[in-house]
DNA sequence: GCCAACGTTGGC
DNA sequence: GCCAACGTTGGC
């Protein structure tokens, strides 16, 4: 049994948010079309790893809730569907380029984490989520920023 | 709405 | 294989 790994996805609210997720108990991440994202679903994010839920474009951007992952990475099947925003011509079942993970609803925040307060954290110093420019919408997270943020969220 | 910080594409 | 042009992300 390998080693709990620790993650943050991000999702714009507008498209799909964590209430979105509470609801559905559980959902596929579909989407993604970075390789370097795209590297961590297929390869390195397996199931039992935890997952902080990020709303992205939000006002504030915040962490809001935790989730855990219920499948290790598979194809993502809307690169295949023609018309689907996010359909790739250049890939096939036999050739898959994208891949998602399954997740599931663990808690929501009774107050959202905001990224300006994590600022504040001195112990997140360094944090990918901080970083400027971060664009990455998969991304590590080590246990020690894991255990600092369970500590300050609520 | 602006724009910095990327990532991707395609001509050469 | 370089790199300019273009597109996207996402905080502000």
């Known amino acids: 049994m390998a080693t709990t790994r620790y ?6 609210p507008g498209a799909y948010s964590i209430e ?3 609801k559905d ?3 596929f991440w579909d989407g993604v079309r970075n390789y370097q994202a795209r590297n961590m679903l297929r390869d390195d994010i397996k199931k039992g790893d935890r997952v902080f839920f990020y709303h992205s474009n939000a006002k504030p951007p915040a962490i ?3 989730a855990r992952v219920v499948r290790d990475g598979y194809p993502d099947h809307t690169q295949f569907e023609q018309g689907h925003p996010k359909f790739d011509p250049k890939t096939s079942p036999d050739n898959p380029r ?3 993970v399954d997740i ?3 808690k929501e925040f009774a ?6 307060q994590l600022r504040d954290i001195p112990e997140l ?3 990918e989520l901080l970083r400027k420019g971060s664009r990455l919408s998969v991304q590590p997270v080590t246990k020690k920023e894991w255990d600092t943020i369970m500590k300050h969220a609520r």
């Not at 993650?7 to 714009?12: I, N, V």
């Not at 107050?111 to 300006?116: K, S, V």
């Open 98 to 100: 994208w891949y998602m």
């Open 125 to 127: 110093e360094g944090m």
């Open 25 to 27: 108990k559980t959902t």
């Open 111 to 116: 107050e959202p984490l905001p990224i300006d």
């Open 7 to 12: 993650w943050l996805l991000k999702s714009e």
């Open 20 to 22: 979105d997720l509470k």
């Open 64 to 66: 809001v809730g935790v």
């Open 104 to 106: 599931a609803f663990e």
